[in-house]
């Protein structure tokens, strides 16, 4: 079964400061990779997938991740925070076809003036 | 781009009452699925469907029952209702397989609010 580790619960930043958010994967293959962004009470919106290809991938918001085979790991990075930023940040995984998501536990991201 | 539809966004039900919230996925898409997310808690996959029929089953509480009807629409059916089952309830969606990478994307929707008094 595949699983998510965001090692960091919560991580603070200025604004203006380089981001980046940390997610390792356990999956026997290479799986389907997600980044989510949640704010208080909100739904989830998707920032970036990884499929396949080019193993750094662009997003929404200015957010990029790049996918690394040998360390397992999807971190999500970020040049310059800026406040609207501050929200829950959701690492997911999923194998091919009708599977299920599997989220990682989340990074709150506080982002101080 | 029509995305998913669920409803009712916000539900408040007392301790031991029922609550069917409903998913109606993105047009053409024919795979639903239902995750629970606690409070300070992250997503949980409870139950998904694919052409009506089920397809997989998470940590769904037998208090619970879902299905998918013929239009792919999907209701989630929770009975004798817990201080506990007060989450925020999403449903998602994937579209009809079809060979591509799209395929392996589900489709969140905005989520249902449930509060048990």
């Known amino acids: 079964a595949q699983s998510v580790t965001q090692p960091d619960i919560h991580i603070t930043v200025s604004e203006g400061a380089s981001l980046e958010l940390r997610c390792n994967y356990s999956?026997?293959?290479?799986?389907?990779l997600f980044w989510y962004v949640q704010s208080p009470g909100q739904g989830l919106q998707l920032l970036l997938k990884?499929?396949?290809?080019?193993?750094l991938v662009q997003g929404i918001k200015g957010f990029e991740a790049e996918f690394k085979r040998s360390q397992s790991s999807f971190n999500l990075r970020k040049p310059s925070v800026h406040w609207s930023d501050a929200a829950e940040y959701f690492c997911a995984v999923k194998p091919g076809g009708y599977q299920k998501v599997t989220f990682g536990t989340g990074t709150k991201l506080q982002v101080i003036p | 781009a029509a995305g998913v539809i669920q409803s009712p966004r916000h539900l408040i039900k007392e301790k031991r009452e029922t609550a069917t919230l409903k998913c109606y996925p993105i047009p053409r898409h024919d795979t639903v699925y239902w995750y629970q997310q606690g409070p300070g808690q992250d997503p949980q996959f409870l139950i998904s469907f694919y052409e009506k029929m089920q397809s997989d089953k998470g940590s769904i509480p037998d208090r619970f029952s879902a299905q998918q009807f013929s239009d792919y629409h999907s209701e989630l059916n929770m009975s004798s209702l817990e201080l506990g089952d007060s989450a925020l309830y999403f449903c998602?969606?994937?579209?009809?397989?079809?060979?591509?990478?799209?395929?392996?994307?589900?489709?969140f929707g905005p989520g249902t609010r449930l509060t048990v008094l």
């Open positions: 999956y026997g293959a290479t799986p389907y």
């Open positions: 990884y499929f396949s290809g080019d193993t």
């Open positions: 998602a969606s994937s579209p009809l397989a079809g060979g591509g990478n799209e395929d392996n994307e589900q489709f």
